[in-house]
């Protein structure tokens, strides 16, 4: 019964994300939001990310859809998503307010958006298929 409710307050809280159709842009950015990490656009169902991640640091997610007016991206910073990177650095896991733990959004993407996550790891590149 309890998974039953932590899926459905998943489901609620993040029901409001974006489709993430091919353009769509996912920023990850530093708590005060001034600093960008890193930035992936979705392609042929992949999200590749251009940047090393450094494993638990605090960090908001920003998803813009695909020719979205930068004037806007001002209004969606409100809608940012509060994550840290996990201690391996190969995901990003999402927190909520309405939810305790985190929500893999590598597993998030591959489930309810048919996306494939890809992460450089330390000291590595996209070579390593496990990313």
Do not use: C
Not at 98 to 116: C, D, P, Q, T
């Amino acid at each position: 019964m309890i998974d039953i409710l932590f899926w459905f307050l998943v489901g609620q809280t993040i029901s409001g994300l974006p489709a993430m159709l091919p353009g769509t842009e996912v920023r990850v950015v530093s708590n005060d939001l001034l600093t960008v990490y890193t930035t992936a656009i979705v392609e042929d169902n992949n999200l590749f990310f251009d940047n090393v991640l450094e494993p638990n640091v605090e960090v908001q997610i920003l998803i813009l859809p695909a020719n979205v007016d930068p004037k806007a991206v001002n209004a969606l910073e409100g809608q940012a998503l509060h994550a840290f990177i996990s201690s391996e650095g190969d995901d990003i896991l999402l927190k909520f307010e309405a939810m305790e733990g985190s929500l893999s959004f590598r597993k998030w993407l591959a489930e309810e958006r048919n996306i494939v996550l890809h992460l450089i790891p330390i000291g590595g590149s996209y070579n390593d298929e496990s990313n």
